[in-house]
């Protein structure tokens, strides 16, 4: 069946392509770039600003590794001057779309292009051998601005230095919330900055800041918890003494409610610390709808939970 709707949705790409063979020619002359996740989304809304029209394919609460593309979104793939995507088989099945769009010569840039492999984390999960994702490193987000600049300024030179602009301001933003995430981090002492979450979404939040991160989901939400990591991990809890283990908003919350009934049932208690943003930021128009304050939200939810 899968099969059958990739072959439907790369016929649609490939007949689309025959009679639109440039696209360039966008509403208001502005380019027509279209983005997969909202993390994604939210840094060309800060790099393009006006100068873009930005078209998202997945919005809050939408797990990416499950997403599938609809016949709209061919559409809007189809009319796009350039896409951006997270890669590194972080939209496992949208790969195939991608990969066909390429052979018709459409611009797709997938932004982990923009990082050495060699400082990704290696990961069994993935096809791609790496964890993807790569946005909860700030350092990684910062290279990943300039990457992304680079390519606008390349294909609509006109507009350079309005991407140029834009992007320093931006690159001043996110090391100021490096800063910030640090210092509201240093109020947990060492051994308290364990983060049990649904999926292992927050292994680069790890490295970066110190955290041993442990996901009872494995890397991709493609796979399920067993019943032996909800046993082997309530054990981790409590011989741990971890406060509070938390869920996300693009996962479902039954197996951290699992993993909490496991501990309780051992006559241990283990809270829910709240709801992270993993894979999707918040609804668009509120602090969390951005990259910035859903950093900045997830870190004083963890670090208010495990104090
Ligand atoms: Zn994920």
Redo the contacts with the bound molecule.
Sequence with gaps: MKKITYIIVGAVILSLFACKTDAKKTKNGKLNVVTTTTMITDLLYNIGGDAINVVGLMGSGV???LYKASEGDVTKLVEADIVFYGGLH?EGKLVEVFEKMEHTGKKTVAVSDALDKKELIGSEYFASNYD??IWFNVTFWKQITAYVTNELKKLDPKNAGVYEENSKAYLEKLTKLDLDLRETISQLSKEKRILVTA???FNYFGKSYGFNVVGLQG???ATEAGVQDVQELSKFIIDNKVKAIFVET??PKRTIEALQASVQSKNHNVTIGGTLY??ALGDKGTVEGTYLGMFKYNVTTIVNALK
Aim: charged content about 20%.
């Design positions: 797990d990416p590794h972080l993807p994702h999926h292992d979404a890397i991709s939400t693009s996962v993993s894979d």
